[in-house]
């Protein structure tokens, strides 16, 4: 990888953390487990269309890891990781049926895949299959809050080109 | 066309989210509670015939500490990192449960069958 690259992916993955992190201080007003508008996946959104796939995994595997560690929140760890990771194996097949301007659209499914894979997450810690009441839950909150956060990577997109790239 | 497809696929799930939503928030429920940790129930408590109460249950590096009071049940505090369990209020719905993922902590309305095994006992 080139230097150039790495510091790009560098760059997103702090940019994605502070976006984060500032997600954090509102206070989220449905309090059920799972659900929250996920700004910081704007960037991955856009990362998925413009770099290679395994810079895109290793891109979110380090801000999955960060995020946890920032938030003092480590036993969320295994359920954004297994959200992120089925989020990001659906949008890389995605992004070769979906063109860029669509990528709301692509947005959605990531959201709704993301909030599946939390969801096998949980019953699986859990050991319980009563957590999947709020399955309904969050299918709502990820189709609105994909629908959001992809619109807001097209508008980034279309703003980055602007500026030459 | 393709994407035609593809936005009613995303329409169906919304519209299947909202009326599961619907379906969930209007079970009826009954007054068995179970509080599990790591899926084993650690306690069972009739609301119906429940004294008030507060006790705290340890585990996972962390304390919940649960209120019992006028047959309802709720998080009242606790030393996650979310506190989303505390927020979920009081359990009201049967389907829904109240969790602490941090914690592995569930309390949820038992099921129907074993609810009715649980009362014979």
């Known amino acids: 990888m080139k230097a150039k690259r790495l510091a790009e992916l560098a760059v997103l993955c702090a940019v994605s953390l502070v976006i984060f992190i500032v997600e954090l201080q509102i206070p989220n007003p449905f309090p059920i487990p799972g659900v929250k508008l996920g700004l910081a996946n704007i960037v991955t959104v856009y990362a998925v269309y413009h770099y290679k796939p395994y810079e895109v995994a290793l891109l979110v595997a380090v801000r999955v890891m960060l995020a946890s560690v920032f938030s003092g929140n480590m036993m969320a760890l295994i359920y954004s990781a297994a959200g992120s990771f089925l989020c990001l194996l659906g949008m890389l097949l995605l992004r070769r049926v979906i063109n860029e301007k669509h990528l709301w659209l692509s947005s959605v499914f990531g959201a709704v895949l993301h909030n599946t894979g939390q969801m096998a997450a949980a019953v699986l810690v859990l050991q319980t299959v009563q957590v999947i009441a709020y399955y309904p839950f969050l299918l709502v909150s990820g189709c609105l809050a994909g629908a959001f956060t992809g619109l807001a990577a097209q508008f980034l997109t279309a703003r980055l080109k602007a500026i030459g790239h | ?121």
């Open chain 2, 1 to 121: 066309m393709k994407y035609k497809v593809m936005i009613i696929i995303a329409v169906v799930i919304l519209l299947t989210g909202i009326a599961g939503s619907a379906l969930v928030l209007n079970m009826p429920h009954q007054s068995l509670v179970q509080i599990k940790q790591d899926g084993k129930v650690v306690r069972t408590v009739d609301l119906a015939a429940a004294q008030d109460e507060v006790f705290t249950m340890r585990g996972h590096g962390g304390s919940n500490t649960i209120e019992i009071s006028d047959g309802k049940i709720r998080v009242k505090e606790a030393d996650c990192p979310d506190h989303t369990c505390v927020k979920m209020g009081w359990l009201s719905s049967s389907a829904l449960p109240i969790v602490c993922l941090p914690h592995r902590l569930e309390i949820a309305y038992a099921e129907s069958d074993g609810g009715a095994d649980a009362v014979a006992q």
